[in-house]
């Protein structure tokens, strides 16, 4: 089955930095990779998506890029602010399959330090 | 926006007892999903039904059970809770069924423990 490692675990940056969340899956007809944030106290909501036909996909301060070859994606926040605090995870699935299929990563904690 | 209810924020259990989980979804999804989250082990497929009446096992059912008999609730139920269950329990709801790029909508979770 998938397996999708995320790194790191913990990330601190400097407010108005950029933060960069890598993740590598193991299986190769994955095809969709979303994102998902989880703020203290609620349940994760997706925040960006990106299929195995695009490389790269923006939206605002936002976007996430695939290398399908390595077999790794990235989220990439610029000029972070205080609500981009939050737990982060990534996920992948194949195509054909229910959402069942869905594997995730383990998070990575994202601290924006004033 | 899609609202997923989870009946309870925090539940305190007894080893031993019957324990439910209650979610609800307002928007007519046919998807119905429960997760555990544990620091370092992120999120875990516990159960997930595509259809009323209808249950598949996901990746860590052990010790679980489910039961879908509305569109609109989909409930957990630890049939003799232990305390490797303390855990944060997430439900959540998409569609179309089968589709593998439809959103997943999580309530806010479930803190159980277990003593």
């Known amino acids: 089955g998938e397996n999708v490692e995320q790194h790191p675990s913990t990330l601190s940056v400097q407010e108005g930095d950029s933060a960069v969340i890598k993740c590598t899956y193991s299986?190769?007809?994955?095809?969709?990779f979303p994102w998902y944030k989880q703020e203290l106290g609620k349940g994760p909501q997706l925040i960006i998506d990106?299929?195995?036909?695009?490389g790269e996909k923006k939206d605002q301060r936002i976007a996430v890029t695939l290398n399908k070859t390595a077999k790794h994606f990235s989220l990439h926040i610029t000029e972070t602010q205080p609500e981009d605090s939050a737990v982060y995870f990534c996920a992948a699935i194949s195509g054909g399959g229910g959402a069942d299929g869905l594997t995730f990563g383990k998070g990575t904690h994202l601290i924006i330090q004033p | 926006d899609v609202k997923v209810t989870q009946s309870s924020r925090y539940l305190v259990k007894r080893t031993g007892e019957k324990v439910f989980l209650e979610c609800v979804q307002d928007?007519?999804?046919?998807?119905m999903f429960w997760y555990r989250q544990d620091p370092g082990l992120g999120l875990r497929l516990i159960y997930f039904s595509y259809d009323v009446k209808m249950k598949e096992k996901g990746d860590i059912p052990e010790g679980y059970s489910v039961s879908r008999e509305k569109k609109e609730r989909f409930s957990l139920i630890l049939e003799s809770a232990s305390t490797n269950q303390t855990s944060m329990y997430l439900c959540a709801s998409s569609y179309p069924s089968s589709s593998y790029n439809s959103p997943l909508h999580f309530g806010n979770g479930t803190r159980l423990t277990v003593t």
């Open positions: 299986d190769s007809a994955s095809n969709y």
């Open positions: 990106i299929r195995s036909n695009v």
């Open positions: 928007m007519d999804h046919e998807n």
